[in-house]
């Protein structure tokens, strides 16, 4: 068994595709619209070079899987971050703030030395909060 994908709810899939590709430096994975299923549209991305795993940026859906009222819970659940979060490491997390900041991705906490290595925070578009970490093994 193996993780292939993860999935966060976004407002719009457009921007949330602008906002992944263009600021954030990942990759369109699958990009695909299905007519039989009311043009549902399945859309990943994930970092290059990482092939086996990837994020799928899910429009919140509305009737029949939600009612309006249901559908509009959730989008203000992932507006106020309260939906996932997002997982993100790199092997230098000053250098990697520092390039997505110049991109223009604004982040919600600085890089600071946590115990388990250094971390810092953003959040996209529709919400969803991002931890970006420089891991180091605890002892």
């Given amino acids: 068994m193996h993780i292939a994908a993860t999935q966060l709810w ?7 595709l602008d906002f992944w590709t263009t600021k954030v ?36 859906p509305g009737e029949p899987m939600l009612t309006d009222a249901g ?11 309260l939906a996932g979060t997002a997982f993100l490491t ?8 520092e390039e997505l900041v110049v991109r223009g991705v604004e982040f919600t906490e600085k890089p600071e030395e ?14 969803n909060s991002v931890r970006l970490t420089e891991p180091r093994p605890m002892t």
């Fill in 71 to 81: 559908r509009q819970e959730v989008l203000d659940l992932v507006a106020k971050g």
């Fill in 10 to 16: 976004v407002h719009d899939q457009d921007v949330a």
């Fill in 25 to 60: 430096g990942m990759q369109v994975r699958e990009d695909v619209t299905v007519p039989e299923m009311g043009n549902f549209r399945w859309l990943t991305v994930a970092p290059p070079g990482q092939e086996d795993v990837a994020i799928v940026l899910m429009a919140v």
């Fill in 114 to 127: 946590r115990p388990y290595g250094v971390d810092c925070g953003f959040r996209d578009p529709s919400g």
């Fill in 90 to 97: 790199v092997a230098d997390c000053r250098a990697a703030y």
